[in-house]
């Protein structure tokens, strides 16, 4: 392998410069010949495009709808929610609390009326 890679060099340099030569040389011809074919191709597209007159076709992409179904975990931090026996507990609790209130609050207004009648009634004279 190593001999077939050196068989390069002893032809020479001024060999593989010239063949180097030769082939920028074939390609740039080719470049050539192609720029011509582009140009007159192009000519003849707007000639055509200009004769007809056809309305341009704008193709619109459509949106696509995805759906993706989530799993939701309910994950409680403090406060905790209450549970069903908690909250009847709570609003047994409240109702003896306000009926308590509501004695209370009678009480006191008995209380007030007998006070009343005690200040309202006439005193007695005291004899001297």
């Known amino acids: 392998m190593v001999h ?3 068989r390069a060099n002893r032809n020479g340099p001024a ?5 180097s030569k030769a082939e920028s040389k074939e ?15 192009a000519a003849e597209g707007s000639n055509d495009t200009n004769a007809t007159d056809e309305p341009e076709v704008v193709l619109k ?5 995805h759906e993706k ?4 975990e309910r994950m409680d931090y403090k406060p905790k929610a209450l549970s069903e026996e908690k909250i009847e507990q709570l609003q047994k609790r409240l109702k003896e609390l306000q009926e308590h209130e509501e004695e209370v609050a009678a009480m006191a207004g008995l209380r007030n009326e007998l006070e009343a009648y005690i ?3 006439p005193r ?5």
């Open 69 to 72: 179904k989530l799993k939701l």
């Open 27 to 41: 390609d740039k011809e080719a470049d050539k010949e192609e720029g011509k074919d582009d140009k007159a191709e």
């Open 15 to 19: 060999e593989s410069k010239a063949e």
């Open 4 to 6: 077939t890679a050196s």
């Open 119 to 121: 200040y309202g009634s």
């Open 61 to 65: 992409q459509k949106k696509k709808k």
């Open 124 to 128: 007695p004279t005291a004899r001297r």
